[in-house]
Structures are given as structure tokens and as C-alpha cells.
């Protein structure tokens, strides 16, 4: 009823639907994650992280959890504790590309470059069409002047997105300031 609720815009009754599901069943995870992007959405990032801290307190092998708590703390800009809970994330949920891509994104920011590099690459193995985990990683080794690494994976975009420009133009300017680095 909850989900019914929040779709037809009636966030306070879906409020008071995903609150009954988790007293009746505190340990059902997709109650507490709908709650949790239903305060996100309505700016109370603060009860949203105390209901996934709630609930990371009653089952801690929920890798969901850590990896809206990490996404949360991301958007809110304390990356260390970010990384933190997306690297446990990326523990629990281990097949999750985006789990990885966000864990790489994170580090990346904390200029943890090598742990960035590992989590991005593993992001990638995982879903190798991905365009956007490809495109971080052309944007990674660009940023880390390994042109070399860039413009494979810029080249490996353009396969991916033929019809995008972008992608050709991010070739072009990979080779320009490889070769103004010589």
C-alpha cells in the first residue's frame, strides 16, 4: 500500500505505510529502503540515515543497506564515511558493478588513487557496457596523465555510444594533451 501511496503522491500515507511494514517486520529491507528515498526525496536526509543505520544495526550482512547509507553520505558530502560503507557494500554485494563504481567514484575524491583505480576496474570487469563506468575510467586515467589507459577506454566509448559525439570529440582531446606532454 505504501508504494500505491507514494506513487499516487501521498507521501505522508506512505510514510505510515513503510512505518507499519517495519514494525510489523523490522528486518524487511525493501521497506526500509523505499522509506529511506522517500525522506531523501523530501530533504530529511537526517531520518533517512537513522533508518538505515537502524536498520544496518539489525541485519549487518545487508549489503543494500551500506549501499544506500554510502550513497547517502555521498550526496552529502562526507566521503570518508562514504567510502567507508560503499567499500562494505562492495564487500556484501560483491557482483554489483554500480556498488563498485560508486565505491571507485568515491576514493577517487579522497585521492585514493590506487584503491579508485582497483574498485573502477572491478566496476568495469563486472559490467563491461556500461558506458558510464567506461567513461570514468577514460576521465581516471586522463586525470592521472596515463593517456595511454584514457584513450583506450575513450575509444572503448565510442563502440559503446556510436551515435554520441561526445565520446569522439573526448578521443580527440585525449590525443591533443598526450601529445602536448611529450
Known amino acids: 500500500m505504501a508504494v500505491l501511496h507514494e506513487s499516487l503522491g501521498r507521501r505522508d500515507l506512505a510514510e505510515q505505510g513503510y512505518t507499519t511494514a517495519l514494525k510489523l517486520d523490522p528486518f524487511f529491507v525493501p521497506a526500509r529502503v523505499n522509506l529511506v528515498a522517500l525522506f531523501n ?38 566521503l570518508p564515511e562514504a567510502a567507508e560503507m560503499l567499500g562494505k557494500a562492495g564487500t556484501l554485494i560483491a557482483g554489483r558493478a554500480r556498488v563498485r563504481y560508486n565505491h571507485g567514484l568515491a576514493l577517487q575524491q579522497l585521492g585514493r588513487v590506487r584503491e579508485a583505480e582497483a574498485a573502477l576496474l572491478k566496476a568495469q570487469n563486472l559490467d563491461p557496457a556500461d558506458p558510464e563506468i567506461v567513461y570514468a575510467l577514460g576521465m581516471f586515467f586522463a586525470q592521472q596523465q596515463q593517456w595511454k589507459q584514457a584513450q583506450l577506454y575513450a575509444e572503448k566509448l565510442v563502440e559503446l555510444t556510436p551515435g554520441n559525439p561526445g565520446p569522439r570529440q573526448l578521443v580527440e582531446r585525449i590525443k591533443q594533451l598526450a601529445a602536448a606532454s611529450r
Open 41 to 78: 526525496a523530501t530533504g530529511r536526509n537526517p531520518d533517512a540515515e537513522r533508518v538505515l543505520r537502524e536498520g544496518i544495526s539489525r541485519t549487518p550482512e545487508e549489503g543494500e543497506l551500506y549501499y544506500s547509507l554510502g550513497l547517502l553520505l555521498a550526496e552529502e558530502k562526507r
